[in-house]
């Protein structure tokens, strides 16, 4: 059973720092998705990433993903208030042979608050 | 395009009653996914089809029943509601994989937030 765990789950900072969210998973996966979700709102893509030592970056968020140790990192840089939102990391559970049809399994979130 | 919608937005049913969530792509994706958000629990898979006509279990299915009659909806039924299925419900469709970029994404629509008294 896939099981994925996200650290920490309240991040309270001040705008200016860094910090980073970790997302570990249980079992082998192809795909791993960030999403952001703002109170009330659905859930926004952040990112995908495909392979091993695959690095995105948007704006002041860098996410990476090193599947030897299914881990995967979300950097947040200079935080901004903007960013205070909780962010999901996911994995899929299917791999690309199987079409990569299978739902994702989520973590349950970090809840960051970014103090102005 | 008005990529995934969901009907109703709200609902409030009492113990027992039964409804059925509507989800509804303009995308032409093959494959749909129902999901319920509860406080402090994350998303979770209820179930999903990978094409007109075909459905499967997620994580948490029990309680509730799908069905994809047509490619672009997807209907999430709740034959009995119990409190405990009070929750967020997302859907959310995802094209065919590829090797094209966005091949992979899940696109999720607004939500329904069901009360069950």
């Known amino acids: 059973e896939l099981k994925v765990e996200q650290n920490p789950l309240f991040l309270s900072m001040q705008e200016g720092k860094n910090y980073t969210i970790y997302c570990n998973y249980s079992t082998t996966s192809d795909r791993l998705y960030w999403y952001r979700q703002d109170p009330g709102k659905s859930l926004e893509s952040l990112f995908v990433?495909?392979?091993?030592?695959a690095v995105k970056q948007e704006g002041r968020l860098m996410a990476s993903l090193d599947t030897k140790a299914r881990l995967s990192t979300l950097h947040i840089t200079a935080a901004v208030h903007d960013l205070s939102a909780t962010y999901f990391c996911a994995v899929a559970s299917g791999g690309y042979s199987g079409g990569g049809a299978d739902g994702l399994t989520f973590g349950k979130g970090t809840h960051l608050i970014i103090q102005p | 395009n008005a990529g995934v919608t969901q009907t109703p937005k709200f609902r409030v049913l009492k113990t027992g009653q039964s409804m059925t969530l509507l989800c509804a792509q303009d995308m032409n994706h093959e494959y749909m996914y129902w999901y319920r958000q509860d406080p402090g629990m994350g998303l979770r898979l209820i179930h999903y089809?990978?094409?007109?006509?075909?459905?499967a279990k997620g994580e948490v299915p029990d309680g509730y029943n799908v069905s994809r009659l047509k490619k672009q909806n997807f209907l999430l039924g709740l034959e009995s509601a119990a409190p405990s299925q009070t929750s967020v419900y997302f859907c959310?469709?995802?094209?065919?994989?590829?090797?094209?970029?966005?091949?992979?994404?899940?696109?999720f629509g607004p939500g329904t937030r069901l009360t069950v008294t």
């Open positions: 990433l495909l392979s091993n030592g």
């Open positions: 089809s990978v094409g007109e006509g075909t459905t």
């Open positions: 959310a469709s995802s094209p065919l994989t590829g090797a094209w970029v966005g091949s992979y994404e899940q696109y």
